[in-house]
C-alpha cells in the first residue's frame, strides 16, 4: 500500500527566501507525480505533472524533482512571495490504478 | 474552458438525511474521480468513473455510498443517511483519459449536525 510522507508539515520563511519541500513515497511503481496547491477553504490547483519517465519539471519559479528508484520528490519555490503561502500536496500516482495519493501536505506561510 | 464544476459548495445535513453532490467534468474529460478530505487529514480517493461505469470504487465505504456518472449529466455522489463522521470537504477531479493530468473542482464541504 502506497504511503506519502511529506516534511516539513510546516514551514514559515521569510520574503525572497529560495525553499524545498520534500516527498517521499513508499512503492516506486508510479506512473507520475503531482504538486499540487491547496489554499485555506479552496480546491486545488495542479502546479507540475512529472511522467515516471522524467527527472524533472520547471514552471516558473517552481521546480520538482522526481528520483522513483528512491520513492522522492522535492518541489523547489524559487524567491518565495506572500501569495505562495498555502498548502502544498504531493501526489503520485501508482501504476495499476488511476487514484492519487496524497500526503498531508506542506503548510507554506511566507511574510513580507 | 471552464474547469471543473462542483454544486453545491456547501451542504449542511441533518443526521439520517441524504446527501447529493454533483460534479461537472471538464469539457473533453470523459474520467472523473471522487475523493474525501476529512478535518485534519489528507485526501483519500474514494471512486473513479468513466462515462456510466464505475471503474474503481476500492476507496468508497460499502455502505451508504454511491456515485454514477450517467451518460448525459454531471456525476452524483451520493450519501444516504449522513451521519455526523460524513462532514468533510469531498473534491471531484476529471482527466481526458486514464493516468492523465487530474484537476480538482473547489469542492463540496458538507457539514452533517
Known amino acids: 500500500k502506497q504511503e506519502v510522507t511529506q516534511i516539513p508539515a510546516a514551514l514559515s520563511v521569510p520574503e525572497g527566501e529560495n525553499l524545498v519541500l520534500n516527498c517521499s513515497f513508499t512503492?516506486?511503481?508510479?506512473?507520475?507525480l503531482q504538486w499540487f496547491r491547496q489554499d485555506p477553504g479552496k480546491g486545488l490547483t495542479s502546479l507540475l505533472l512529472?511522467?515516471?519517465?522524467?527527472r524533472e519539471q520547471t514552471s516558473g519559479r517552481l521546480n520538482a524533482s522526481l528520483d522513483k528508484s528512491s520513492g522522492r520528490s522535492t518541489l523547489y519555490i524559487a524567491a518565495s512571495q506572500p501569495g505562495d503561502s498555502a498548502t502544498y500536496l504531493c501526489?503520485?500516482?501508482?501504476?495499476?490504478?488511476?487514484?492519487?495519493?496524497f500526503g498531508k501536505g506542506t503548510t507554506l506561510s511566507v511574510s513580507s | 474552458n471552464a474547469g471543473v464544476m462542483q454544486n453545491p459548495r456547501h451542504l449542511v445535513r441533518r443526521r439520517g438525511q441524504e446527501a447529493r453532490l454533483r460534479c461537472s467534468p471538464m469539457?473533453?474529460?470523459?474520467?472523473v474521480y471522487w475523493y474525501r478530505q476529512l478535518p485534519e487529514e489528507g485526501l483519500k480517493f474514494m471512486v473513479y468513473?468513466?462515462?456510466?461505469?464505475?471503474?474503481?470504487e476500492s476507496g468508497m465505504p460499502k455502505e451508504r455510498f454511491s456515485a454514477e456518472f450517467p451518460k448525459e449529466g454531471p456525476s452524483i455522489l451520493r450519501i444516504q443517511q449522513v451521519v455526523r463522521g460524513d462532514s468533510a470537504a469531498y473534491f471531484c477531479?476529471?482527466?481526458?483519459?486514464?493516468?492523465?493530468?487530474?484537476?480538482f473542482g473547489p469542492g463540496t464541504r458538507l457539514l452533517v449536525l
Open positions: 512529472i511522467q515516471s519517465s522524467q
Open positions: 469539457k473533453g474529460h470523459s474520467h
Open positions: 468513473l468513466q462515462k456510466e461505469n464505475i471503474i474503481d
Open positions: 477531479a476529471s482527466s481526458r483519459g486514464a493516468q492523465e493530468t487530474q484537476y
Open positions: 512503492d516506486s511503481a508510479i506512473y507520475n
Open positions: 501526489a503520485p500516482g501508482h501504476q495499476a490504478g488511476t487514484a492519487l495519493i
